[in-house]
């Protein structure tokens, strides 16, 4: 089984239109939406959840105003702001790291346990698909991540699937990091602008910290041909392979719009060129 | 003022906007909150003035006092310190320091008084000047894996003298929140397709329960679909500005120019967006102030 992750650094670049479209093509997989905080995958796969778990993670204090006795400790030692001065708790703001309620000398704060989101195993037209929804304003997002990975994981397992295909999140952090252990390849997809470049350096980064196979897919390639020509040099000096390059389409919005992956639904060249990437890929 | 400017969903102009607002304006200050991603650089090409290194704390234990008692690992509720109890071998204190997230907690109530903590770098703080704008921004070291406390950095340099703009990163969970928070408004960017409605929705969701005023701007507004327009009536959601998508913009774009240094209209249209989320604040302000 390989576990195949897609990710960009940058975010926009189209991440999740490859992923559906990997999921749309490719045979005897499971699918993975590891972008957990503004899930997309949904909206082109159309999945049908057939279970539904409470993802709990991480503590909120919260104060009994019965105990307190106003003594300010709490505030005193905070260090994330979470405390007002009238001694209630910011919920957005605790981490939950619980000192408050270890130094409270009348026992008024409690922790408890956040729910943080919920998790789902669905199914789709293109087979199964473990994707999750992280509660507004919560954190961890990470261990949702690792969460949805290890139940993917474990269905591959169990399905003797070939493939795992998982739709990463922007950026370079938590998530991401989350997002990156135990992976065979990492195709990070990128655009021909400023931004894009210096974003794919930072992406081949991380990837490479964790000793990760790396293909490149140049989207909207000819939108910029001299900043294809950089990402390209780049690449070759980097000895980074470029598997792919897509051309900039309207359709491609279009099959957003319309909820079909984009290699089922754009009828030019884009189609023929995502096939071609995914035959390198798998 | 602080605005700042955020999205569910990437790559729908976040950085566009924060500096074309930015350079549309007298007396302002940017701070790039990106920090996993930073971009507005690229646009802006201050002169780097200064740099620093921003840390977090991480605990180092003494281990000619530490008794390995235990009482560390019990507190810590990030399970970023493991403790080894000595038997005929000595013990030790193992330290994750990427799982730490410097709450005190184990250096406050280790009985011995073992524990004292070390500063870590997680990233740099850049700050500098373009003509009269003043600019800074934060980069995440590669493979940190915590960034609000580099964010949270950031903003400690914000100057209250000057209309303050902070470019956010993607997304709705922490990082998000430690960019928006505290900020007097929010603009949210946003494309009309299914991915760009669905992530405005979660975005919503969240300005509001930080309480934040807020308004949409719709970039390449003529692709997609309208019910993006629609979800903003229905909610009573002001749209600031609408962008509609131009070849000439996304070249400029992806040059690293910004449109307003090119193109006079777009920077009217800026101020003018700028006007209309300043007035209703004002209005709200007086109408406080009555009451009070």
Redesign the interface.
């Known amino acids: 089984m390989k576990q195949i992750l897609i990710i960009?650094?940058?975010?926009?670049?189209g991440k999740?239109i490859l992923t559906a479209s990997f999921a749309a093509i490719s045979k005897n997989k499971v699918m993975v939406d590891c972008?957990?905080?503004?899930a997309?995958l949904h909206?082109i796969l159309h999945p049908n959840i057939k279970e539904r778990y409470d993802f709990k993670s991480?503590?909120t204090a919260v104060v009994n105003p019965i105990f307190c006795n106003k003594c300010g400790k709490c505030q005193e030692?905070c260090?994330?702001d979470a405390i007002s001065d009238a001694f209630l708790i910011d919920s957005?703001?605790c981490?939950?790291?619980?000192?408050c309620a270890?130094?409270c000398q009348s026992n008024a704060i409690i922790m408890k346990e956040n729910l943080s989101g919920e998790w789902y195993v669905s199914d789709t037209e293109y087979g199964p698909l473990v994707h999750a929804k992280?509660g507004?304003?919560?954190?961890n997002?990470?261990k949702l991540v690792a969460k949805v990975r290890q139940v993917a994981k474990e269905l591959a397992q169990k399905e003797n699937s070939d493939y795992v295909i998982i739709d990463g999140?922007?950026?370079?952090?938590?998530?991401?990091?989350a997002s990156l252990s135990g992976i065979d390849m990492a195709v990070i997809i990128t655009?021909?602008?400023?931004?894009?470049l210096?974003?794919l350096k930072?992406a081949i980064?991380?990837a490479l910290?964790f000793k990760i196979l790396i293909g490149i897919v140049i989207n909207k390639y000819d939108?910029?041909v001299d900043?294809t020509n950089k990402i390209e040099e780049f690449c070759k000096k980097t000895k980074i392979d470029i598997i792919g390059k897509i051309p900039f389409s309207?359709e491609v919005?279009k099959s957003?719009?319309n909820?079909i992956p984009a290699v089922l639904f754009c009828k030019n060249n884009i189609a023929e060129n995502i096939r071609n990437i995914w035959e390198k890929i798998k | 003022m602080i605005i700042s400017v955020a999205s569910?969903?990437?790559?729908?102009g976040k950085?566009t906007v924060a500096v074309n607002l930015a350079l549309s304006l007298e007396n302002v200050q940017l701070l790039d909150c990106d920090v996993?991603?930073p971009?507005a650089h690229?646009f802006i090409k201050p002169e780097i003035k200064e740099k620093i290194s921003a840390f977090t704390t991480i605990p180092q234990v003494d281990e000619t006092i530490c008794t390995y008692c235990g009482k560390c690992q019990k507190?810590c509720?990030?399970n970023a310190l493991a403790v080894i109890p000595s038997s005929k071998k000595k013990g030790t204190v193992l330290i994750f320091p990427h799982l730490c997230?410097?709450?005190?907690?184990c250096y406050?109530?280790c009985p011995q008084k073992a524990i004292k903590e070390i500063k870590r770098e997680i990233g740099i703080i850049e700050s500098g000047t373009v003509a009269n704008l003043q600019f800074v921004h934060g980069i995440?070291n590669?493979?940190?894996?915590?960034?609000p406390p580099l964010i949270r950095q950031v903003k400690k340099h914000i100057n209250n003298t000057k209309t303050v703009i902070i470019d956010a990163?993607?997304?709705?969970?922490?990082?998000?929140?430690a960019a928006i928070?505290n900020t007097d408004f929010c603009i949210l960017v946003t494309e009309p397709?299914?991915?760009g409605l669905?992530?405005l929705i979660?975005?919503v969701?969240?300005v509001r329960?930080?309480n934040i005023p807020f308004g949409i701007i719709i970039n390449r507004s003529d692709?997609?679909?309208n019910k993006t327009e629609v979800y903003c009536r229905e909610n009573n959601i002001p749209i600031l500005m609408r962008i509609p998508f131009s070849e000439d913009i996304?070249?400029l774009?992806?040059?690293?120019i910004p449109v307003v240094n090119e193109n006079e209209e777009y920077k009217k249209e800026f101020i003018q967006m700028f006007e209309s989320i300043r007035h209703p604040i004002k209005r709200r302000m007086s109408d406080i102030m009555n009451i009070i």
């Open positions: 960009s650094g940058k975010g926009g670049t999740t972008d957990v905080d503004a997309d909206l991480g503590k030692v260090r994330f957005i703001s981490e939950g790291c619980g000192l270890q130094v992280l507004i304003a919560e954190e997002s990470g999140p922007p950026g370079i952090g938590c998530p991401v990091i655009e021909p602008t400023l931004s894009g210096h974003d930072r980064e991380i910290h939108l910029n900043n309207k919005s957003i719009v909820g | 569910g969903k990437g790559g729908t950085t996993e991603e971009n690229l507190v509720a990030y997230h410097g709450c005190g907690a406050l109530l995440l590669v493979g940190e894996v915590m960034s990163p993607p997304g709705t969970s922490c990082p998000v929140i928070k397709t299914p991915f669905n992530d979660l975005t969701e969240v329960k930080l692709i997609g679909d996304a070249r774009y992806s040059q690293g």
